[in-house]
């Protein structure tokens, strides 16, 4: 019995560097499953498109897939984009069945590739000391996604014992620029940016920009093709293809 395709379902961008990483981190996974036939897809902006995956997938003889959101927040995506998707290839393929996953999620586990990228960053910055954090997202219209990241920033302070404020490249406030000018209005003169962000694109380099014009000290490259991260979209999979199981 073939087990289910895994098809890893990112949001996309104009950025060919975001489309790059997306395929490193898909590289990660097929790295660690061999076995399985994993592709990459694109909610918008960039290809392969997910309809024109899931075609493939049929022509090659799947019939049972299980798409991995390569999303960090539960939000607009991932509750209407995504099942609309997914009920528009079955409307196309009857008999073919599709299981969305969870998200990739705010993963606790995430903050230890947030301190791995932040220390190349004040590494390259030869930045010694810190007095405060500011953990820097995306941002959403949901402010219950806004309040999951917030809740990470206070992990992530109390993990190091320093002040932590959340920012938002977009959406909400607020910004990197923002939040890091509060804290320099503190007093707090060493100042540094952890980019929750999954891959490069606009959004970050906005956001970077605008807190090394406020005055940090140093700002992160995204989470990007980590190993860890590719175990949980494995982790995903599993519980996914689980469902596909008939009771």
């Known amino acids: 019995m073939t087990a289910p395709a895994l098809v890893a379902l990112a949001h996309g961008s104009r950025d060919p560097r975001s489309a790059a990483t997306v395929s490193a981190l898909v590289d990660e996974v097929k790295a660690l499953r061999p076995d399985l036939r994993i592709e990459k897809a694109f909610l918008e902006l960039s290809k392969p498109a997910f309809p024109a995956v899931i075609d493939k997938l049929v022509k090659a003889g799947y019939d049972e897939i299980v798409v991995v959101p390569l999303l960090l927040v539960q939000a607009f995506h991932a509750r209407v984009d995504v099942p609309g998707l997914i009920e ?51 941002g959403s219209s949901d402010p219950l996604a806004n309040q999951a990241v917030a809740r990470l920033a206070r992990v992530w302070g109390a993990h190091h014992k320093l002040p932590v ?30 980019s929750l962000f999954l891959a490069p694109g606009n959004l970050l380099d906005r956001a970077s920009e605008l ?5 940090a000290v140093a700002v992160s490259g995204p989470l990007g093709a980590h190993q860890e991260i590719a175990r949980v979209v494995l982790a995903r999979y599993a519980v996914g293809a689980v469902e596909l199981v008939p009771v």
């Open 165 to 194: 404020t959340a920012a938002y490249a977009s959406a909400a406030p607020p910004a990197t620029g923002e939040a890091v000018r509060a804290f320099r209005a503190e007093g707090r003169r060493h100042v540094a940016v952890a």
């Open 211 to 215: 807190a090394l014009e406020a005055g």
């Open 88 to 138: 528009a290839a079955v409307a196309r393929h009857p008999g073919l069945k599709i299981r969305q996953t969870a998200v990739l999620g705010l993963e606790p586990r995430f903050l230890e590739i947030l301190d791995e990228r932040l220390r190349t960053a004040l590494a390259d910055a030869r930045v010694r000391e810190l007095d405060a954090l500011v953990l820097a997202a995306a």
